[in-house]
C-alpha cells in the first residue's frame, strides 16, 4: 500500500508549480519552533496530531488546541482542533481547521480601474482517525477538505495524509513515516489547468536522552524527489543561483531534504526548542546576498497542569520574522465533559 502511495504521490508537483501551498505551513507553534516539518516528536500537544494523525492518542480526549498568528503583509492565520477519544471503537479522532485570511484587496479591469473589494482566503478542514496497534505502534489518516477563494478564482480539492509511528517510551525512541497531502482538485481556479498538490513523503526520528534534559529529531522531506532545487533558468540566472539540472550527488542536494531540532527540558513543565530548515534558508536567499536567520526556528512551551501555552519565531526573511502563539485546553477539565478512561499517552 506504501508503495501505491509513494509511486502515485512521486507523479505530483513540487516546488511552486504545485496549488494550495499553504498547506505546507506549519499549524502550530510547537511545529513552527521544530523547523515547520516534524513527524516523530512525541508531545501530549492536539495540534502537532494535526500534522501527522498517528500522533494522536487517547490522552488528548477533550484537547483544544487554538493558535493565533500575525503572518507576513498583515496576513493573519487562525488554526483549532479538538481531539476525542472513543472507548468503543477504541480510536482517537481529530477535527481542524487552518484559515488563511488576507485582509481586503483592491480588485481592477483589465484596464487598472477598480471594481470594488474582495477579501481572498485559503482553508483547509480536515478529520483524523488513530488507532494504537500492539505495544509500540500507532497508525492513523487524516482527510482533507481544501478550498481557494481568490474573488472569481476559486478552486477545492480533496487530499489525505497516512501516518505510522513507532514509539519506545523505554528508550526515548521513536519514529514515523508520513504520506501528506495525496489528492486532486475537485474545482479549478477558472481558465487554469487541473493543477497538482504539494505531496510530500516525511520520514523522521526523535531520540530523548536518558541522562540529560534533551531530545533530538532528525526529519527528511520531500524524500520522493531528490533534486528539490528550483529549476528556471532564466530566473535562476538572473538572481545568482544554482540551476537544478545536474545529476550529481552533492551536499547541497542532499541536506535540503533534513531539518534537524533540539529540544530542551526544564522539568516536565518547560520546554525550548530550536531547529534548523536548510531548505527553507536555500530556497528564501536571493543570489549571494546574506540571507540572517532564515530558515532558523525558535519555541517555548509552558505547561501549567490543564493549560499549555507555545511560542514560536520563525525566521523567513532577512533579520525578520513572524511570531505564533497557541493554547491548549482539556475541556473535559474545565467544563466537565467525562472523565478520560482511555490509555495513558506519552
Known amino acids: 500500500m506504501l508503495l501505491l502511495l509513494f509511486v502515485h504521490g512521486s507523479s505530483q508537483t513540487l516546488g511552486g508549480s504545485s496549488v494550495f501551498n499553504f498547506l505546507k505551513l506549519p499549524n502550530t507553534p510547537q511545529l513552527t519552533a521544530l523547523g515547520g516539518v516534524n513527524v516523530s516528536q512525541p508531545s501530549n500537544d492536539v495540534g502537532l496530531a494535526f500534522n501527522n494523525p498517528s500522533l494522536l492518542q487517547p490522552s488528548m480526549h477533550t484537547q483544544m488546541n487554538a493558535v493565533f498568528n500575525d503572518f507576513y503583509g498583515g496576513i493573519k492565520v487562525y488554526h483549532l482542533s479538538l481531539g476525542f477519544y472513543n472507548t468503543k471503537l477504541n480510536t482517537t479522532f481529530l477535527w481542524g481547521l487552518n484559515y488563511f485570511s488576507y485582509g481586503n484587496i483592491t480588485e481592477t479591469d483589465a484596464a487598472g480601474y477598480s471594481t470594488g473589494k474582495f477579501r481572498p482566503t485559503d482553508w ?202 497557541g493554547l491548549n485546553m482539556k475541556l473535559n477539565e474545565y467544563f466537565g465533559l467525562g472523565k478520560f478512561g482511555g490509555r495513558i499517552g506519552w
Do not use: C
Open 124 to 325: 483547509v478542514m480536515q478529520v483524523s482517525a488513530s488507532r494504537h496497534y500492539m505495544e509500540k505502534w500507532n497508525y492513523g489518516a487524516t482527510l482533507k477538505f481544501i478550498s481557494s477563494n481568490y474573488g472569481q478564482y476559486r478552486s477545492n480539492g480533496l487530499a489525505t495524509d497516512v501516518g505510522i509511528l513507532y514509539h519506545d517510551s523505554v528508550k526515548l525512541f521513536s519514529a514515523s513515516v508520513l504520506v501528506k497531502n495525496l489528492g486532486f482538485q475537485l474545482k479549478r481556479y477558472e481558465g487554469t489547468d487541473p493543477g497538482d498538490l504539494p505531496f510530500d513523503l516525511q520520514v523522521g526520528i526523535t531520540q530523548r536522552l536518558k541522562k540529560a534534559p534533551f531530545s533530538f529529531s532528525f526529519t527528511a522531506q520531500q524524500v520522493n524527489q531528490f533534486d528539490t532545487r528550483y529549476n528556471d533558468t532564466t530566473f535562476n540566472n538572473d538572481n545568482g543561483l544554482v540551476n537544478g539540472t545536474d545529476k550529481k550527488l552533492s551536499f547541497d542536494k542532499l541536506f535540503r531534504h533534513f531539518v534537524l531540532a533540539t529540544t530542551m527540558y526544564l522539568g516536565d513543565r518547560v520546554e525550548f526548542i530550536v531547529a534548523y530548515n536548510y531548505l527553507r534558508r536555500k530556497e528564501l536567499n536571493t543570489g549571494n546576498a546574506g540571507n540572517g536567520l532564515n530558515g532558523i526556528s525558535l519555541g517555548a512551551g509552558v505547561m501549567l497542569g490543564k493549560l499549555q501555552v507555545r511560542y514560536a519565531r520563525a525566521y523567513y526573511q532577512n533579520n525578520t520574522a513572524y511570531n505564533q502563539l
